[in-house]
């Protein structure tokens, strides 16, 4: 395992990670070292965000620089509609979560970079998601199957469309070759009385970062950089007549089903850009947005789940 992800890291060429202070950036960033690469992490001005002690805590660990890039609301919003432009979707929780990401590689463009190293892929492949803790071993053999078949990284679709080349450790094939082969009591596991995912990556690196680090249980992208305020944001600065008023309109016009106040104001980008996401030529479509889905129970489009 650390051989495996050692020499993965290291056939990396960035010298700049995008750093959550979570396991799997820190594991990253551990194994470079040596070569002092800048490290930045994006920070919601206006919100609570609970990386930036971790991101503070790691840099100072592994002596390297960091960089806390704080961005105001007003940022995150013209970023949210770049978002939604590269990725064709008004997915709450994936806008939300890779609007951070936008803002890293927007950063990173700006400084003159033409790379990026992220710790995408960990949670798939060694199943780092908080809902899959508690499944038995035949349900997470089959939950880890079906996240593997159907993973997709919107980071990818971002750097293409900045210009910046997205570097990720842990989907290198022999890390994959790697993930498929141990045994899923070892990726979720108790220790000192508590149920962990990516237990095995948290026991290999424990005397390598910190162990608060190690053994910090998963926060998403949202929360860590503070962006999952803005569904109170929105669900402040939206009254409910004007949001009931709005959701029976896009539902009669379009045959949309908008879910929430957030997501609406996504749609509302979404539609500007694209028109509705309707797909009258399917059979599988999702209940809500009626794109198409196939036997998926998780629509893409709007982030509906389970269908």
Not at 241 to 261: A, H, M, P
Request: charged letters at 30%.
């Amino acid at each position: 395992m650390y051989s495996v992800l050692e020499e993965s890291c290291n056939e990396c060429k960035s010298n700049l990670i995008s750093l959550s202070g979570g396991l799997d950036s820190s594991i990253i960033t551990h194994f470079l070292k040596p070569r002092k690469p800048n490290t930045v992490t994006i920070i919601a001005e206006d919100f609570v965000s609970t990386d930036l002690t971790y991101c503070q805590m790691i840099s100072k660990k592994m002596e390297l620089p960091l960089t806390i890039y704080n961005v105001r609301t007003e940022q995150i919003l013209e970023a949210i509609e770049e978002t939604i432009k590269i990725l064709k979707n008004f997915n709450d929780i994936e806008i939300r979560n890779n609007v951070v990401m936008y803002l890293s590689i927007k950063w990173a463009k700006e400084k003159g970079e033409k790379s990026i190293i992220t710790g995408d892929g960990a949670d798939e492949l060694f199943a780092g998601y908080s809902f899959l803790i508690n499944k038995s071993e035949e349900e997470l053999t089959k939950e880890i199957k079906r996240i593997c078949s159907i993973m997709h990284f919107p980071t990818q679709k971002i750097g293409k469309a900045l210009g910046v080349s997205i570097e990720s450790p842990f989907l290198n094939e022999n890390v994959i070759k790697l993930a498929e082969k141990i045994p899923v009591n070892l990726k979720v596991k108790e220790e000192n009385g508590k149920r962990y995912g990516k237990w095995i990556l948290r026991k290999t690196f424990e005397k390598h970062i910190p162990q608060q680090i190690a053994w910090r249980e998963k926060s998403p992208m949202q929360e860590g950089s503070g962006t999952a305020g803005l569904t109170n944001l929105f669900d402040s600065i939206v009254g409910e007549e004007q949001f009931v008023e709005r959701k029976l309109t896009v539902e009669k016009t379009d045959g949309v089903v908008i879910r929430s106040r957030e997501s609406m104001y996504y749609y509302e980008i979404f539609k500007k850009l694209f028109g509705t996401p309707v797909d009258s030529k399917s059979d599988e479509v999702c209940p809500y947005c009626k794109h198409h889905v196939g036997k998926s129970k998780f629509c893409r489009m709007c982030g509906a789940f389970p269908i």
